[in-house]
């Protein structure tokens, strides 16, 4: 339009003509930039509102330490799970002698301890379930669809494993050589509540603490 604007043989009424549509087309750009820029402005609050978000919906869901589940979690799992009156296994998990580990090394050795263990629980367990902290040194393991033989391998594969962890203070030098936890099952029966099923886990759990700890129950061959 300058270009055409800029010919002399142009008339002075197409002149005006042009000059109106010149003026035109640059509002209409400047307006199509700054729209252009506010949509940008959006998209990135937009943006920033949903990881804040899904922050919030992990913090909601997950244990701020370890970042395993949470025990509210769990429990919105398990009616779930109970709803589809689905073949599953629980297996509650104790961290044996846990006390002791804080009162000699600190909670901040306490702390890691947990972490280390969570970290080798998701390891262990991969897809087949999912891992909460249930609570202190207690987690839970949730495993849809699989049999009490099949738990009961899954939660003899992850003792051995806590059972060769080593922890290191990297600050003080102090190191814990030895690590081991107690894993009680049991398998879903149907028409069974949620509470009688984690108080069977939990009965299973306490019976492998009084035999000695460090093993899963019940036993299974």
């Known amino acids: 339009l300058e270009d055409v604007k800029s010919q002399s043989d142009i008339s002075g009424e197409s002149q005006v003509v042009l000059q109106d549509v010149l003026k035109g087309s640059q509002h209409l750009l400047q307006a199509t930039s700054q729209y252009q820029l506010q949509v940008s402005s959006q998209k990135s609050e937009i943006d920033s509102l949903k990881l804040q978000l899904k922050e919030y919906q992990k913090q909601a869901t997950h244990d701020a330490l370890t970042g395993a589940f949470n025990r509210r979690a769990f ?108 894993f009680g099952i049991a398998e879903f029966a149907i028409g069974e509540q949620g509470a009688q099923f984690v108080s069977r886990a939990d009965e299973a759990l306490y019976d492998a603490k009084n035999r000695g700890r460090n093993r899963v129950m019940p036993l299974v061959r």
């Open 75 to 182: 429990e919105q799992e398990l009616d779930e799970h109970l709803k589809q009156k689905c073949e599953m296994c629980l297996v509650m998990v104790d961290i044996d002698h846990f006390k002791s580990f804080n009162d000699e090394f600190g909670h901040q050795m306490g702390d890691k301890v947990l972490k280390i263990v969570a970290q080798r629980l998701e390891q262990s367990v991969e897809t087949n379930g999912m891992i909460f902290r249930y609570g202190g040194e207690e987690f839970s393991i949730l495993l849809p669809k699989m049999s009490l033989r099949g738990a009961y391998q899954i939660a003899e594969k992850t003792r051995k494993s806590l059972e060769r962890l080593s922890v290191t203070d990297k600050r003080s030098g102090q190191k814990i050589n030895s690590i081991t936890a107690s």
